[in-house]
């Protein structure tokens, strides 16, 4: 699946929306387990869309907590 989304972000270059990030940051967070990696696709996915949804403040906060970053993870939640 991962594959699916490195190829369609590549297709889409600089027109990759924020849906695109946020759901290949989800996909990296919970099923490959790279918190790192979905942070900056949520952060990327923040910049274009700053108001997505407590459901993304929350992903990303669990992204921050799988990386022992407790006080962004914090942040994240109270910006929901």
């Given at each position: 699946a991962l594959q699916f989304y490195d190829r369609m972000m590549a297709s889409v270059?600089?027109?990759?929306?924020?849906?695109?990030?946020?759901?290949r940051a989800q996909l990296l967070a919970e099923q490959i387990k790279d918190a790192s990696r979905a942070l900056?696709?949520?952060?990327?996915?923040?910049?274009?869309?700053?108001?997505?949804?407590s459901y993304w403040f929350v992903r990303r906060a669990n992204a921050y907590a799988a990386l022992g970053r407790r006080p962004?993870?914090?942040?994240?939640?109270?910006?929901a």
């Open positions: 270059g600089e027109h990759a929306t924020a849906r695109h990030f946020r759901l900056e696709d949520y952060d990327r996915a923040f910049e274009l869309d700053p108001k997505p949804g962004e993870a914090i942040a994240s939640l109270d910006s």
